[in-house]
């Protein structure tokens, strides 16, 4: 193959933009296409933590019984909703399959692997101009009974996560955090997390490729693209570009985009909700409220308040009764929030697969193009590894980390394409 000097980059999320950023920086010509603004999918209303030492995959023993067993439960903080749905229905045996203990070990693996650079690749961005106001206080995890915070002390110990081992008791979490109320009873810290603000990385993330020649067009839809001669063609809403190479980088709709060349990935949105509170005492650090499942990012005059996960194939329907069951998770936990005032109710579709590990790497069938999706729930923090990975990949040939994250493990072929 010779060599690449100019790459196409689908997709303006977090993925898309730290691809678009590592391969500039190696020396490439970079055009990103956004189908509609840049951070519009799930980029912003992430919660914004930073945790190489607590990664996972989602599908782990006992996840989907649980889930099962609250279907009826629309509050419940993992909801699937009931519905007829091909699409649905591989991707949750694709799930089960996953959910063992051996699966999962070996995911939290490659997970740890993929991660373990992280606060070095968020300096090397600070340092290069991006601002990501950064809280590198570590994460406190707060329960509603002691048993609940052993059992996931002991979970976190099991992944070698920097924890303290003594578990805080109401006062302890009070003297810690103010801003708790007495529903936090039992709890304890996790030291070297960090966390950011999704929105302030984004726009700053943004500014920086433009700065360095990146050519970005935004509303930009692709609706095919095409190998020939060593070069892929981009057909968009935007007009077509021809380059060397193309990352496809699009969160959900990357399933669409490759379906167009016959390959189908196994993706399905697990959509995530969040909104923002004023509170009357900021947080010092972000809290995990681990009964809830909620998190909880300290912003400037309030918090940004973040969980549940909805298995719904509609990629953009807003379900308020999520962000009425989050808000009612939440609240008894904290003092002085003014719960009536929310704001930026925001619902945004995490692509998800059914190992819980991305897709990085060639499309199968395809010599220049390139997958970086699926990221589940973690596309803030493996946004610079993956990257960093894509970039190797295309001006390498190779990268080490690449064999567990092989697009081909979740691929099969369709007839069901448009040419």
């Known amino acids: ?199 302030l990385f984004v726009d700053s993330m943004e500014q920086q490729l433009r700065d360095s020649g990146v050519t970005i067009l935004e509303g930009a839809r692709v609706t095919s693209t095409e190998e020939a001669h060593g070069q892929v063609r981009v057909h968009s809403s935007a007009g077509s570009i021809t380059s060397d190479a193309v990352v496809v980088a699009a969160g959900v709709w990357t399933r669409e985009i490759c379906r167009r060349t016959g390959i189908d990935l196994n993706l399905f949105p697990g959509k995530g909700y969040s909104f923002s509170v004023p509170i009357e005492r900021t947080p010092r650090r972000l809290v995990h409220l681990g009964d809830a499942h909620v998190m909880i990012n300290p912003m400037p005059d309030r918090i940004r308040v973040a969980g549940t996960m909805e298995f719904d194939r509609n990629h953009d329907r807003f379900n308020p009764r999520r962000v009425r069951a989050i808000t009612a998770a939440a609240r008894p936990y904290f003092k002085g929030v003014k719960w009536e005032h929310l704001e930026n109710e925001w619902v945004g579709p995490r692509p998800m697969t059914p190992d819980g590990l991305p897709a990085i790497g060639r499309l199968p069938g395809r010599d220049r193009t390139y997958i970086a999706a699926g990221h589940n729930m973690l596309g803030l923090m493996l946004a610079p590894s993956t990257g960093v990975m894509i970039t190797d990949l295309l001006t390498l040939g190779e990268s080490t980390l690449a064999k567990p994250f092989a697009p081909e493990r979740i691929a099969r072929r369709t007839k069901h394409y448009i040419r």
């Open 1 to 199: 193959m010779s060599r690449i000097e100019n790459v196409t980059v689908i997709g303006g999320g977090l993925i898309g933009l730290l691809c678009a950023h590592y391969l500039r920086a190696s020396g490439l010509e970079v055009t990103l296409l956004e189908r509609d603004r840049v951070g519009s999918g799930a980029a912003r209303g992430n919660a914004g933590g930073v945790c190489p030492d607590l990664v996972e995959p989602l599908p782990a023993p006992g996840v989907i019984g649980s889930a099962v067993r609250r279907l009826h439960r629309p509050d419940s903080a993992l909801y699937i909703r009931p519905q007829l749905s091909a699409d649905l229905m591989r991707f949750l045996f694709g799930f089960r399959r996953h959910a063992t203990r051996s699966q999962h070990q070996a995911g939290a693996s490659a997970l740890a692997d993929l991660a373990v650079n992280a606060f070095e690749l968020f300096e090397g961005l600070e340092g290069a101009g991006v601002r990501t106001q950064v809280n590198k206080d570590g994460f406190l995890y707060a329960f509603a009974s002691r048993t609940s915070a052993q059992m996931a002390l002991r979970g976190f110990t099991e992944l070698g996560a920097p924890v303290e081992r003594e578990i805080l008791g109401p006062g302890e979490l009070a003297e810690i955090e103010p801003s708790l109320s007495a529903s936090a009873r039992a709890g304890f810290l996790v030291q070297r997390q960090w966390s950011l603000h999704p929105g």
